[in-house]
């Protein structure tokens, strides 16, 4: 059985890439899924100083935990103005500050991305996929899902056959290795 955690790169209560990230999860075969869901963490903006008079808050050494405790990483990214949501990228900041690790400490990682658009977030899919290897994830594959509302229903999921088609092809090789 595979653990594994599902991150939705949006502290939005309604967010697209939370619901791609944990259909997708789901789709694993003997897989235990735990999802994070960041519109209930509250996360102080990082700074050396605030880290130097309060240390490292709590959630993110769970996080960093929860991390740990996955065999595979599926994290789906909003795109804000071309990049990683701020909420998103401050949990990434904190989490690169525990000492004597990575950020994603070197678990294998399926990067998906999804946005309103035709291009399903592949600005942010690729600089993700560019820096996360240097934070220790461990990319397997990626996937960008186009144009959300038209190609995903909340109790179906992904709705158009072809795209489903290749996000099951990804997750089997996947599921390999």
Request: charged letters at 20%; a negative charge.
């Amino acid at each position: 059985m595979k653990n594994i955690l599902s991150i939705g790169g949006s502290n939005s209560t309604v967010s697209i890439n939370k619901k791609l990230a944990d259909f997708t999860s789901s789709l694993f075969n003997d897989s235990l899924v735990k999802s994070l869901d960041l519109s209930l963490v509250e996360l102080p903006v990082y700074s050396v100083q605030l880290e130097g008079s309060s240390g490292i808050p709590e959630f993110v050494i769970e996080f960093a935990n929860q991390i740990d405790g996955a065999d595979l990483l599926v994290v789906s990214l909003a795109e804000h103005n071309g990049f990683l949501t701020s909420g998103f990228k401050n949990l990434l900041d904190w989490t690169s500050r525990i000492p004597g690790r990575k950020t994603f400490g070197e678990k294998s990682m399926f990067l998906l991305a999804t946005s309103p658009g035709e291009r399903g977030g592949a600005t942010v899919l690729g600089i993700a996929q560019n820096i996360f290897q240097y934070q220790g994830a461990k990319i397997k594959n990626t996937f960008s899902l186009p144009s959300f509302y038209q190609n995903f229903e909340d109790e179906k999921g992904i709705t158009n056959e072809e795209i489903l088609k290749d996000l099951k092809k990804i997750i089997e090789e996947i599921s390999l290795n």
